[in-house]
């Protein structure tokens, strides 16, 4: 075993001999370590990279865990003595859990809502290949949300429904509906017309066919979609910031209050940040396999 | 073949084909046509909320209003220029990351999630964050600066560092998703060209430029096309870590767009903003696509 392996690196290494490069003469043997060398600088690399994307979710929780002093010591302090306060103060006395209870209605009743009217269209929209119908709905992405958001404020405000979760669901599925349609466009093109056909050959109908043979093969299309809807809405400032209030308060604008209000309370905000980030980080691990085709479909042309 | 059985089953195919998706349809006209046409409409119109809240015709007066107003040049400078340096940063940084990650390693899913952070987490919070990061007295990064030897900057209270303090961060966001994206067209590329020119002899250098480039440049194109629609109209990092400031100075289109809109109420000439916005965008996205059919026409010849 441990010859063959040794034979393969002398075979490897003679092969780069061949391709050139490597002066003719110099030691075989140091080619080992030399692979060892540059594997380790490899991984010191990797290590490096990955602290970038993560050192700024180290600084928000470690933020949340410090006390105001500590937060403002120069030097900065990478150690401390964790306090909960921050937490605490946030969850209890900031009324946290309430605003997260309207950021999870308005995402989920967009997300529902999306699911029922898109599911069918994009099936349809998939199966007679009406791709106009497509195109179409990608240009509702580019239109900037303010173009949304002024007629529907006129609108709400006329209707008197401002500070209500009906405003709220309307306005994120500007962006949830149209996305939901075109991942599931993507993934129900990948499904065989004959896959309905025998279904309805067997006596079923439509709808029978569609919920228990079609939906189950496309079930990790539905899951990344639903997913990555949620997470918009959850994220989701703008629409929120001039259509919730005081009753239907999201979490990204109930945050954001946070350095407009009294003087910057850098706990309480690093112990919200956490607190709001924590849902779409945890949901992304869920999806992962299928983020990067549920973020480009619609960018990318059939 | 039986023409009564063809017609039939068309006419049940037609049916279904239209009716759906016409609930989504329905819905998608309500909540996107409508604004957009009512918006379009608005634009021709004064309608100041603020003030005598009546809507009144004006024609074109409000764009030659907008297109009069060294504030609207001033946004639509700050967007060419955070824009640009975004998505230029994004690009080169997450095509050289992909080209890094690329080769097969143990650990592979766990950086790829990690990268997925960032992406994921809520634009508001990692603003906040960030903004405390760029603080002038408590701020870790003139800590760092000043460990280095370096001066104290204002970043965010300057008129000239505040924009290159929101393109690092905008970098920091959103790099990772053009790095997946490439990462992803890496992954699936055949391995037979890269074979046989090794066995010719290429360098490595070579081989990046003259086969690895050219096969990804699709991938590359579209994650920066989804990336500008999305840079040109941002809102959220901007207007949590300075809402525009210091002045006008970090106040891109839409930002502008936005404070016309709901700190004036003055919806008629926000409606207009919007519609240059949206022009904009659109414009900058025929641009890119005819740029990505360019190269693939080259391929195919």
Known sequence: ?302 | MSYIYVGSNQMIKKSEKFVLPLPALLVMALIVVFPIGYNLVLSLHSYDLAGAGVLRFIGLENYATVFTTTRFWNSLWVTAVFTLGALGGQTILGTMLALFFSREFKGKSLVKAIFLFPIAATPVAVSLIWAMMWNFDFGIINYVIELFGGHPQMWLASPTQVIPALVITDIWQWTPLIMLIVLASLESLPRQPFESARVDGASSIQILTRITLPLIRPAIIVAAMIRSIDAIKTFDLIYVMTQGGPGFASENLNIFTFNVGFNYFRMGRGATLAVVLFTIVLVFNLVLAIIRDAGQTDMQA
């Open chain 1, 1 to 302: 075993m441990q010859s063959t392996r040794d034979n393969n690196q002398l075979a490897d290494s003679s092969v780069s001999h061949l391709a050139a490069r490597q002066e003719p003469g110099q030691r075989i043997l140091s080619h080992r370590a030399e692979r060892h060398v540059k594997r380790g600088l490899f991984y010191v690399g990797v290590v490096l990279l990955c602290m970038v994307p993560l050192f700024v979710f180290f600084w928000m929780i470690s933020s949340g865990l410090k006390t105001q002093a500590d937060n403002i010591a120069i030097p900065p302090k990478i150690f401390f003595e964790p306090t909960f306060a921050n937490f605490a103060e946030v969850i209890a006395g900031r009324n946290f859990f309430a605003y997260g209870v309207n950021s999870f209605i308005v995402a989920f009743g967009a997300v529902a809502i999306s699911l029922f009217l898109g599911l069918p269209a994009a099936y349809s929209i998939a199966k007679y290949r009406l791709r106009k119908i497509g195109l179409t709905l990608l240009i509702s992405r580019m239109v900037p949300f303010v173009s949304y958001l002024i007629p529907w404020f006129i609108a709400f405000r006329t209707l008197q429904l401002i500070d209500t979760y009906i405003a709220l669901i309307t306005t994120h599925l500007i962006i949830t509906l149209p996305y939901v349609i075109w991942v599931m466009i993507n993934f129900f093109e990948n499904v065989p017309v004959s896959l309905e056909e025998s279904a309805r050959i067997d006596g079923a109908n439509f709808t029978q066919s569609f919920i228990y043979v079609i939906l189950p093969v496309v079930r990790n299309g539905v899951f990344t979609a639903s997913v990555l809807a949620f997470i918009f809405s959850w994220n989701q400032f703008l629409f929120s910031l001039i259509l919730s209030g005081r009753d239907t308060m999201t979490v990204p604008v109930a945050v954001f209050q946070f350095i407009t209000y009294d003087q910057i309370n850098w706990g309480g905000l690093g112990a919200a940040a956490t607190l709001i980030t924590l849902p779409p980080l945890v949901l992304t691990l869920f999806i992962q396999k299928y983020i990067i085709r549920g973020l480009t479909t619609g960018a990318v042309k059939e």
